[in-house]
């Protein structure tokens, strides 16, 4: 993401370390709740409103889930398969329009 745009970099307080983690935690409960994401839908629009105090805008969206893809697809390698790419698709698509309904985005 930060190779695509480095200006970026300048909108997160936190380490890249910090972030990572974080990231990695969401992705847990991601994979955890996927076969009932209803059940997750206050903490994505918790998560979201703190998205807005930081700044992020609508095209970040797009950013993240384009770097967060070519990371699945880099380290599954060989596992990378065409389903995984569509369903790690349509889940970003779904959190992504979750997170943005009702947001002053």
């Not at 770097?67 to 992504?96: I, P, R, S, V």
Request: hydrophobic fraction near 40%.
């Amino acid at each position: 993401m930060f190779l695509d745009d480095p200006s970026l970099e300048r909108s997160f307080k936190t380490s890249k370390e910090t972030q990572a983690k974080k990231l990695i935690d969401m992705l847990s409960i991601i994979v955890q709740k996927l076969n009932n994401l209803n059940q997750f839908l206050i903490e994505l629009k918790e998560m979201a409103d703190r998205h807005v105090g930081y700044g992020v805008k609508p095209k970040h969206y797009n950013q993240v889930g384009s770097a967060l893809l070519w990371t699945l697809k880099t380290g599954l390698g060989k596992d990378w398969t065409a389903e995984a790419e569509a369903a790690w698709t349509k889940c970003y698509q779904e959190l992504t329009q979750a997170m943005l309904q009702d947001t002053n985005q």
